[in-house]
């Protein structure tokens, strides 16, 4: 959006203005910030819709648009049920409950965390913040990612959703548990026997003396501002990929055996589909392999752009960097053994 | 960024989508049954805005010049980019996805290629109103068994492949973003003058004539025209 980063630095500056040491103003003036925030954006939408719309006329501009407000509105919910339960985890359940739950041992700790991701019925835009949670609340970090990596993939909804998408071929349903459980409990124990704390940077809660309603209403605000945020950069990409990458691009690929594959792999992580509805995508790439169709859709809930942007807002930059690519790779790897197997 | 702005972006982003919501324009962008997800979510950061707001106030009202302006300093920058959706919700409400993206993008039909039964069509309607999609794939894998002796009922928009105009609608499996569409040409004598993204009702009997998508090589069937009437665009676009 273009109009936006001029907005924002509008409405920033005052913000900074007004938290350095009041020189010209005689006394401070709180509160001000959000009555400008709102004003400005205000006249903004007042005095700039026309241009607005001038300048998002062509065909071209509506499409990118429709498709990033379509990412955000269709994400923000589960966001929010996310955050929530994220929030839940921090204010209300006792700081020892894990601890007697989850096994003492790494090695058992990450497969019943792979398999406990069944239980949480929402796609990935909802694991990250609760991931975020658990590992806050002391479960080791390990068993976290499986948990985080697995859910989005091996849960009812999911489940049902592929097996309508592909319709007798009940297979595929298998496959896609079973590889996106393998990959999610590899990736668990690689991070066990490699995985560093100091790459974590978990962004610190406040804390709270007001009590756990307190806790958690500012837990919420807290987490949903700023995974939304990343979110939105994510939708951004997202939606500039669909609109400028013309799909004939693919075609002369889908008849390779192997380019085929990389090649759905590398699209699930670009186009960021919401992993409820990947397997109907996948279902209609019809010119690729069942191999294929099985990575995008073991690929796409452990990583995509706007995964990408929230786990590096959520566990910091230098983790999502060495994170990323080893999800990836384990993706692809266990659908291609799954497709070898099964398909 | 303060706490009262912080406030004022998740009232901005739970109204936008209560709004989305509101007026049905959450169908350019999602499936139907997402309605039930926007609107508690919207609901829920309503909730929180009043909340953090009214927390700042007391706060404000309890410490006037001691630390207490210091509350969510720290909080990230990148929440501001949260004012992008809420732009694109509420000022620039783009449409939903029509001719530009279609022509762009390759018939979506391969999804049904599985499916296993073609119930037979009604005998005491006429024309039988069908989906563009249920009518592809009645005419394309079940060679039109089903269709045959039955005038049918299509509602779709006008795109253009090349000079030949088609019929097609977007279906939609998640949100707008993976939106696919899904063409049918049409067989005998059309009007002309056909505007792109215009949305017609057509009313013909199934055609063995079949094309071939060049953006994906698949089958695009067609129908024998007996009349198109030009409609108002539906309230949900997507299928």
């Known amino acids: 959006m273009p109009h936006n980063d001029s907005v924002s630095a509008d409405l920033a500056s005052p913000e900074s203005s007004s938290e350095s040491p009041p020189l010209a103003a005689p006394r401070r003036r709180r509160g001000l910030t959000s009555i400008e925030a709102l004003a400005l954006l205000l006249i903004f939408g007042l005095t700039a819709r026309p241009g607005l719309t001038e300048i998002f006329a062509a065909p071209v501009a509506q499409a990118w648009a429709a498709r990033f407000v379509a990412v955000c509105v269709q994400a923000f919910p589960f966001l929010v049920l996310g955050v929530v339960l994220s929030a839940a985890i921090a204010a209300f359940v006792p700081a020892g409950f894990f601890h007697k739950v989850v096994p003492k041992r790494t090695v058992l700790a990450v497969p019943a965390a792979g398999v406990a991701g069944a239980v949480l019925p929402a796609c990935e835009c909802a694991s990250v913040p609760v991931a975020g949670a658990l590992v806050r609340r002391g479960v080791a970090p390990a068993a976290a990612f499986t948990f985080m990596l697995a859910s989005p993939a091996i849960n009812p909804i999911v489940v049902v959703s592929t097996f309508v998408a592909f319709p007798g071929d009940p297979e595929m349903v298998a496959a896609r548990v079973t590889a996106s459980l393998a990959a999610a409990i590899s990736i668990g124990w690689l991070w066990a026997r490699l995985g560093k704390t100091e790459w974590l940077n978990l962004p610190k809660h406040r804390h709270h003396d007001d009590g756990r309603w307190a806790a958690f209403w500012a837990a919420i605000r807290h987490d949903f501002l700023h995974a939304g945020g990343y979110l939105v950069i994510g939708a951004a990409i997202a939606a500039s990929l669909n609109t400028l990458v013309p799909e004939t691009w693919l075609a002369p690929i889908a008849e390779h055996p192997v380019l085929g594959v990389l090649a759905l792999a590398v699209l699930a992580v670009l186009v960021s589909i919401c992993s409820e509805s990947d397997a109907f995508v996948a279902a209609s790439l019809t010119q690729f392999s069942p191999t294929a169709k099985l990575a995008f859709m073991v690929v796409g809930p452990f990583i995509d752009v706007k995964l990408a942007a929230m786990q590096a807002g959520t566990f910091g930059r230098g983790f999502a960097a060495r994170f990323a690519p080893a999800a990836f790779c384990a993706a692809v790897a266990a659908s291609v053994l799954m497709g070898v197997i099964w398909l | ?239």
């Open chain 2, 1 to 239: 960024m303060r706490r009262d702005a912080q406030a004022v972006i998740l009232l901005l982003v739970g109204g936008g989508m209560l709004r989305l919501a509101w007026t049905g324009e959450y169908l350019n962008y999602v499936k139907p049954y997402a309605f039930w997800l926007i609107v508690p979510a919207g609901i829920i950061l309503v909730a929180v805005a009043a909340i953090t707001g009214w927390n700042a106030w007391r706060d404000k009202q309890e410490a006037v010049d001691a630390d207490g302006c210091h509350d969510g300093h720290g909080e990230p920058k990148v929440a501001w980019l949260l004012l992008a959706p809420v732009i694109g919700m509420l000022l620039v409400a783009p449409d939903a996805l029509g001719s530009y993206e279609a022509e762009r993008t390759g018939t979506v039909l391969g999804a049904e290629e599985n499916r296993s039964t073609y119930p037979e069509l009604p005998d005491d309607v006429d024309p039988v109103p069908l989906t563009l999609l249920d009518y592809a794939a009645r005419a394309i894998f079940d060679e039109g068994e089903t269709l045959e002796g039955h005038r049918i009922q299509l509602r779709g928009f006008i795109l253009y492949d090349g000079d030949e105009p088609q019929l097609a609608r977007m279906v939609v499996s998640c949100c707008a973003a993976d939106a696919r569409p899904v063409k049918i040409g049409f067989d005998g004598e059309i009007p002309s003058g056909l505007e792109p993204d215009q949305w017609v009702e057509v009313i013909g009997e199934y055609s063995p004539q079949q094309g071939r998508d060049e953006i994906n090589g698949a089958l695009v069937p067609y129908i024998e025209v007996e009349s198109i009437t030009e409609i108002p665009s539906p309230e949900n676009e997507y299928q």
